[in-house]
């Protein structure tokens, strides 16, 4: 199965690059944005075929080594 | 006194510190990160660098190799362990130190020299110094400590902070901090002080004709603790 999952900086901590992107975006002419936050996206195949297994294997990665949950969360977004 | 240099792909600091182990009477052996044990050791060091080109976050996939499992049950027995920039990374990752680096607050990579001053003097790597603001070099890009709120309560209750970013003076304001480190926190310790984390880089500052002499102070002061 090809799971996808997304790790996203939690709310309170401080994303420069987001900042960045933002002020490039207003330079452009955006001017409607309130706030960017940068992640990651990960496609991880998996060789399970049950949903569900395979959807756990991730969590578990994403525990063990994707994402650092002192600043960041994960979500997993498709099982497919 | 024996010392271990721990080198992972990416590390570039870690012949810098066995140079400096060794001017200062340890004797020091490199360690490969593939490897399963560490030879017997008085102080393990995880030097800077750029482990596995920071991918991911800086230090994850240093965090996991085969050797860190032995660095994680030395540290846990009581040995004392050090991380230096790249190193401090890694053992953020490890779980040894709390909290994290983020990217530094203005996106750039900072080379310079900068002040630090010591906060507490009860552990191996302090004790007898006496001398509290210290010239070191820092050379890093995500040096930008931050911890939960919970964990800060926690940092401060221990005394786990080592070294804070200041001036010339030891003045620790918020103009002194270079890279937006959470209350200007250049290093921390684990809570029994064994295991110290810190971006500065006292192996840069040993050869008065190069740079300075203050990183030869704290190895000094390290080996007649550990004696």
């Given at each position: 199965?090809?799971?996808?999952?997304?790790?996203?900086?939690?709310?309170?901590?401080?994303?420069?690059?987001?900042?960045?992107?933002?002020q490039?975006?207003?330079?452009?002419?955006?001017?409607?944005?309130?706030?960017?936050?940068?992640?990651?996206?990960?496609?991880?195949?998996?060789?399970?075929?049950?949903?569900?297994?395979?959807?756990?294997?991730?969590?578990?990665?994403?525990?063990?080594?994707?994402?650092?949950?002192?600043?960041?969360?994960?979500?997993?977004?498709?099982?497919? | 006194?024996?010392?271990?240099?721990?080198?992972?792909?990416g590390?570039?600091?870690?012949?810098?510190?066995?140079?400096?182990?060794?001017?200062?009477?340890?004797?020091?052996?490199?360690?490969?990160?593939?490897?399963?044990?560490?030879?017997?050791?008085?102080?393990?060091?995880?030097?800077?660098?750029?482990?596995?080109?920071?991918?991911?976050?800086?230090?994850?996939?240093?965090?996991?190799?085969?050797?860190m499992?032995?660095?994680?049950?030395?540290?846990?027995?009581?040995?004392?362990?050090?991380?230096?920039?790249?190193?401090?990374?890694?053992?953020?990752?490890?779980?040894?130190?709390?909290?994290?680096?983020?990217?530094?607050?203005?996106?750039?990579?900072?080379?310079?020299?900068?002040?630090?001053?010591?906060?507490?003097?009860?552990?191996?790597?302090?004790?007898?110094?006496?001398?509290?603001?210290?010239?070191?070099?820092?050379a890093?890009?995500?040096?930008?400590?931050?911890?939960?709120?919970?964990?800060?309560?926690?940092?401060?209750?221990?005394?786990?902070?080592?070294?804070?970013?200041?001036?010339?003076?030891?003045?620790?304001?918020?103009?002194?901090?270079?890279?937006?480190?959470?209350?200007?926190?250049?290093?921390?310790?684990?809570?029994e002080?064994?295991?110290?984390?810190?971006?500065?880089?006292?192996?840069?500052?040993?050869d008065?004709?190069?740079?300075?002499?203050?990183?030869?102070?704290?190895?000094?002061?390290?080996?007649?603790?550990?004696?």
């Open positions: 199965m090809k799971v996808s999952a997304i790790i996203t900086l939690k709310k309170d901590v401080l994303d420069p690059q987001g900042k960045v992107i933002q490039t975006l207003d330079g452009m002419g955006f001017k409607d944005v309130n706030e960017v936050r940068q992640g990651k996206y990960f496609e991880i195949d998996v060789k399970e075929n049950d949903p569900k297994k395979a959807q756990k294997i991730v969590e578990d990665m994403c525990n063990k080594l994707l994402a650092n949950l002192v600043i960041e969360n994960y979500k997993i977004i498709e099982i497919q | 006194m024996k010392s271990a240099v721990i080198t992972f792909p590390s570039n600091c870690d012949r810098d510190m066995h140079v400096a182990l060794n001017k200062f009477g340890f004797k020091n052996k490199m360690v490969w990160h593939n490897d399963n044990e560490l030879p017997k050791s008085d102080l393990v060091v995880l030097p800077g660098g750029f482990s596995y080109g920071d991918y991911l976050r800086c230090g994850s996939m240093a965090s996991k190799s085969k050797i499992q032995s660095v994680i049950n030395f540290a846990k027995s009581g040995g004392l362990v050090m991380g230096i920039c790249n190193g401090f990374q890694i053992l953020v990752e490890s779980g040894l130190v709390p909290g994290v680096l983020l990217r530094n607050r203005y996106l750039e990579f900072i080379c310079k020299n900068v002040f630090v001053k010591i906060d507490n003097k009860d552990n191996p790597y302090f004790k007898n110094l006496d001398k509290e603001v210290f010239e070191l070099h820092i890093h890009n995500e040096g930008n400590y931050f911890c939960t709120n919970d964990q800060l309560k926690e940092i401060q209750d221990n005394n786990q902070v080592a070294i804070y970013y200041c001036n010339d003076n030891g003045k620790t304001e918020e103009k002194f901090n270079p890279n937006g480190s959470l209350n200007n926190i250049a290093g921390i310790f684990n809570k002080k064994n295991v110290l984390g810190m971006m500065p880089h006292p192996e840069r500052m040993i008065e004709s190069l740079s300075g002499e203050d990183g030869s102070i704290f190895f000094r002061n390290l080996l007649n603790n550990i004696k």
